[in-house]
């Protein structure tokens, strides 16, 4: 079974910083975008940062300059830095990864539960 798991979520003062992690795992022939998205309280989910397996990367404009997107190629893991952080970036943060599944000849996207990440004021 192929999974994709977030951590890195909490708590942290407006100003302050945290790493996300979201790591694949599981019966996987090749990984494609890596990318993290983020849901607020009666929003709709957003896409926040992407990655290409090149490294090229896509932000949203509210999160351009602040967050940072890298992925580990031989982990199977994508991290989303986040510095600079402000109120508005409290959501619960969802990893999603392009999976092409061992015995398959197609990718697909697989999503993470989800990580909360708050920020105080």
């Known amino acids: 079974q192929v999974q994709v798991v977030e951590s890195g979520g909490g708590l942290v003062q407006a100003g302050g910083s945290l790493r996300l992690s979201c790591a694949a795992s599981g019966r996987i022939s090749s990984i494609n975008v890596m990318s993290w998205h983020r849901q607020a309280p009666g929003k709709q989910r957003e896409l926040v940062a992407a990655?290409?397996?090149?490294?090229?990367?896509n932000y949203e404009d509210g999160v351009k300059g602040r967050f940072t997107i890298s992925r580990d190629n031989a982990k199977n893991t994508v991290y989303l830095q986040m510095n600079s952080l402000k109120p508005e970036d409290t959501a619960v943060y969802y990893c999603?990864?392009?999976?092409?599944?061992?015995?398959?000849?197609?990718?697909?996207?697989?999503w993470g539960r989800g990580t909360q990440v708050t920020v105080s004021s």
């Open positions: 990655i290409t397996r090149e490294g090229t990367t």
């Open positions: 999603n990864v392009d999976i092409r599944p061992e015995g398959s000849r197609w990718f697909r996207n697989y």
